[in-house]
């Protein structure tokens, strides 16, 4: 009883340490921003990044669907060029932010290389492994990263990633995971910048920007050119974080079609979750 009540102690702490603003004095934890594309970290906590400066920021894919589709909706006459655009984007963001270039880089996954964008789902196990082994280089008090919402694959199969890391390392008391939201199926269509109802325990720590700190989201938003459709969709109000729920990624986050499967990125909400428990046994994890 005492090991849990100071498990959740130190991981209300850590939540609390992650959502003060720019301005504050709380020092962070060690913190590993593991984030499925490059501008997720701007979304999330674009308006205090600074703060992270110190800490580990990885990307989990490239930012670049291999089908080429948005690359030559921008314009690009390369799958590479694009790839190469999307990092450009995040490192000027990152020198908005004084974050150092050389925290930030995409994950590389052992005789696979970076995973392309859309399909972070194919490589679960690897990409839990990979992740073993940033937690074990970076020692990290939090890690921050995706709720399983099914807004995008890719967001679901970090969250899985992270959880299934955290449980191959035992680490359950030791590392806090917290969560940004982004975005997810609602009755009206997308709905951005919230969680989805119902899956936590307790209410998020919401973070209202000032005027300053909206600003300076903003302005590193608008680094991400590429992406300007997309980002024109979420607010500047506040910036929200929670202690992730023990998520069963067996089971569908929500009732009704998943916002993903609304596009032909080649992935379902059932093929996830057969995928996802096809991960749990080759790592080796129990049953949820």
């Not at 690359?71 to 999307?86: C, D, E, K, M, V």
């Not at 925290?103 to 399909?119: H, K, S, V, W, Y």
């Amino acid at each position: 009883m005492y090991a849990t009540a100071a498990k959740t102690h130190a991981h209300a702490e850590a939540l609390a340490r992650v959502a003060a603003g720019a301005d504050s004095a709380l020092p962070l934890p060690r913190a590993l921003l593991l984030f499925a594309h490059p501008d997720d970290e701007v979304l999330a906590l674009g308006a205090r990044l600074e703060r992270f400066r110190a800490s580990a920021l990885r990307c989990a894919t490239d930012g670049a669907p291999p089908d080429g589709a948005d690359a030559r909706a921008q314009g690009f006459a390369t799958l590479a060029a694009y790839r190469a655009r999307r990092r450009a984007e995040l490192e000027a963001a990152l020198e908005l932010a004084t974050v150092p270039l050389a925290n930030a880089r995409a994950l590389e996954l052992p005789g696979c290389g970076t995973i392309p964008d859309q399909q972070a789902t194919l490589h679960l196990p690897a990409l839990a492994r990979q992740i073993v082994r940033e937690i074990e280089a970076c020692k990290p008090e939090a890690i921050l990263t995706h709720p399983f919402e099914g807004g995008h694959p890719d967001h679901d199969s970090c969250a899985f990633a992270v959880h299934a890391a955290r449980e191959l390392l035992g680490a359950g008391d030791t590392l806090a995971v917290i969560e940004a939201p982004f975005y997810h199926a609602g009755p009206q269509g997308i709905e951005t910048g919230c969680f989805l109802p119902g899956r936590a325990s307790a209410p998020p720590v919401v973070h209202r920007l000032s005027p300053s700190e909206r600003e300076r989201k903003a302005e590193r938003l608008r680094c991400f050119r590429t992406q300007a459709e997309t980002l024109a969709q979420f607010g500047l109000e506040d910036e929200q974080f929670r202690l992730a729920p023990a998520d069963d990624f067996e089971a569908a986050p929500h009732p009704g079609a998943l916002f993903y499967e609304r596009f032909a990125w080649g992935m379902t909400g059932a093929r996830f979750r057969e995928l996802a428990g096809a991960a749990r046994r080759e790592l080796g994890l129990p049953a949820p």
